[in-house]
């Protein structure tokens, strides 16, 4: 289960990844000036591909470690809870990092659909509608990835703390 969870994060930060990155749209001002928007132009935008990218990587690597340890549950050496511990740490952070880093982006993207008069911003998703739709998209798949992630870090969570707990844990009690 743990293994399919991360391989549906890993389809939701590839495609939040490629919806930005491959994101571009030009208009030509006056038939004189072209004018092209692309996730370069925003920081935010720049900086989330990399860390789509990198937590992508991050769970297609402990979907191979899925597969290559022995299952931790049935075989419970010592030396197998730092380990656990480790990937519950790595997993909380993954999140943490993607989560924040998708809302500062959205946050500079609602200021580029809205605008912002005191600083004298214009509205740029007027001009910009099929890219910043785009972009809105991407950062919808990235939520999705988020929830994904989190829910895969409460199961690793669960085999962690499952071992400083009596046997009958999470046991239901019959009739």
């Known amino acids: 289960m743990e293994a399919l969870l991360r391989i549906l994060s ?4 590839v495609l939040s990844a490629c919806l930005i990155g491959l994101d571009s749209q030009r208009i030509v001002l006056f038939h004189l000036i072209s004018r092209k928007a692309s996730f370069k ?12 990218s990198a937590a992508a990587v991050y769970n297609l690597l402990q ?5 290559k340890l022995p299952d931790l549950k049935k075989d419970k050496p010592a030396s197998y ?6 990937f519950y740490l790595l997993d909380q ?11 500062a982006a959205a946050q500079a993207s609602i ?3 809205t605008g912002q008069k005191n600083f004298q911003w214009m509205k740029l998703c007027d001009r910009y509608t099929r890219f910043c739709i785009q972009i ?4 919808l798949c990235g939520y999705f990835a988020c929830l994904v992630m989190a829910i895969t870090s409460s199961i690793s969570a669960y085999v962690l703390f499952k071992r400083y707990s009596p046997q009958k844990f999470m046991v239901l009690k019959g009739k």
């Open 81 to 86: 809870i730092y380990l656990e511990w480790g």
């Open 41 to 52: 132009d925003m920081n935010a935008l720049y900086v989330l591909v990399w860390i789509d």
């Open 136 to 139: 809105g998209g991407a950062l």
């Open 111 to 113: 200021i580029a659909l």
């Open 63 to 67: 979907v191979c470690r899925c597969y």
């Open 93 to 103: 952070a993954a999140v943490y990092v993607v989560f924040a880093a998708h809302s």
């Open 10 to 13: 890993i389809i939701f930060l």
